[in-house]
């Protein structure tokens, strides 16, 4: 008997056989019982990865005890294709997403020239319940050498930008710091560190994360002190899913303060309970949007935000910093709805000190408008309400 939930439906590994009419009916086959191997270590044997995949399926009952559903094996410099007996191993075989090997994480997934239907999978971390081994070198290049990892929409909502990081930071550091704040707070959903993945470049960076309800937790972290600085986290500009309801690290530290928050090693729950809290409030609040908008909506709508508070005297001082946070206002605002704009007056300029954010829809300017009201950046508390679009259009930025 198989482990429930980590199989795939066969019907649904079976339509992968529903490939486009050009190709003949046995390379359809090929494709739909392929999988990519991304991130394998220098050296790579392809007899040792076959028999390491179909030994990991049989402990894990992903396949019958003396079944070998990988039969054959493609071996290149940094990744590899493995071919399977069925599709339904395919379906299976997802689930080693994540799985170490000889000291590296690898990216398990569908090739890219495969279209046919998702499949559902866990990763391996899932799977066992185990974290990933200290030392192990985790998959940082995003699916890349034409695999689709665990399919792309998947690692989306697995994924969180991190704005203001510095010169001094490192994607091994960066990782370790922010998954062990989330176990100690009670944030992450099981053993070992929920983080997987960490690219760091210039002024910000990307994390992956093992499930997207750890994800969703890790919102929390937004505002936490690192290395001198405090870290912006938030959904990266891609990212076209609902809006998640968070808070920041303040939020955490003031409630622990109060008493509120117990921590897990003092027995308590953690920050769980703090995320649910803001998912139903966030919740009640938008089922009574229609009926008695929050008094930081009173007004006529509009789709375009004004956002005051945000910025202190020295964060436009320089070009550099000046597009930097024009990048990181973007990463963190486009999580509320669909961005059209952001424009941040530079120094002598009208509406010098503000930020103002245009959205496809006044929708999505009430969502940033709860999301930001009131968080606090840098110390400063931020204050959100609409601005009138055609002045924004005449770039007329007086408040």
Not at 5 to 23: D, H, K, Q, T, Y
Not at 126 to 140: C, S, W, Y
Not at 244 to 262: A, F, M, R, V
Not at 328 to 334: F, I, M, Y
Request: with cysteine.
């Amino acid at each position: 008997m198989f482990p429930t939930g980590v199989m795939g439906s066969p019907s649904n590994a079976a339509a992968g056989a529903m490939m486009p009419m050009m190709m003949n009916p046995a390379a359809m086959d090929k494709v739909n019982r392929e999988l990519f191997v991304g991130n394998t270590p220098p050296g790579t044997n392809e007899v040792l990865l076959m028999e390491f995949f179909n030994g990991a399926m049989r402990r894990t009952g992903l396949c019958p005890p003396r079944s070998s559903p990988v039969v054959q094996c493609r071996v290149n410099t940094k990744f590899a294709f493995v071919e399977c007996a069925s599709v339904d191993d395919v379906a299976r075989a997802l689930n080693l997403n994540g799985i170490p090997f000889l000291g590296f994480s690898l990216r398990v997934g569908r090739p890219a020239k495969y279209s046919g239907p998702h499949v559902p999978s866990v990763t391996w971390q899932q799977l066992t319940g185990l974290g990933l081994p200290d030392g192990v070198v985790p998959d940082a290049s995003g699916g890349g050498g034409g695999g689709t990892g665990t399919g792309g929409e998947d690692k989306i909502v697995r994924e969180l930008f991190v704005g203001n990081t510095t010169p001094d930071m490192t994607e091994q550091g960066l990782r370790e710091f922010l998954g062990k704040a989330m176990e100690q707070v009670g944030l992450s959903a099981g053993a070992g560190n929920p983080i997987l993945a960490c690219r760091l470049s210039g002024k910000f960076a990307f994390v992956e994360l093992r499930s997207k309800e750890e994800t969703a937790a890790a919102l929390n972290l937004n505002n936490i002190p690192y290395l001198s600085t405090q870290l912006r986290v938030g959904r990266p500009s891609k990212y076209t899913g609902p809006l998640t309801p968070h808070g920041n690290w303040e939020d955490i530290l003031q409630k622990y303060i109060s008493g509120e928050l117990q921590l897990p090693s003092q027995g308590g729950s953690g920050a769980a309970d703090l995320a649910a809290g803001q998912a139903a409030h966030l919740a009640a609040a938008t089922g009574a949007a229609d009926v008695a908008a929050p008094a930081e909506l009173v007004g006529p709508a509009t789709n375009v935000v004004v956002l005051a508070n945000m910025l202190g005297p020295d964060d436009l001082s320089s070009d550099a910093d000046y597009e930097d946070i024009l990048e990181d206002t973007k990463e963190e605002c486009a999580q509320f709805g669909s961005l059209k704009d952001v424009v941040i007056p530079r120094i002598g300029e009208p509406g010098e000190g503000k930020i103002f954010l245009e959205y496809m829809g006044t929708e999505h300017a009430a969502a940033a408008i709860r999301g930001l009201q009131g968080r606090t950046f840098d110390g400063r508390k931020v204050e959100a309400k609409y601005f009138d679009p055609e002045k924004f259009a005449a770039k007329d930025y007086n408040a």
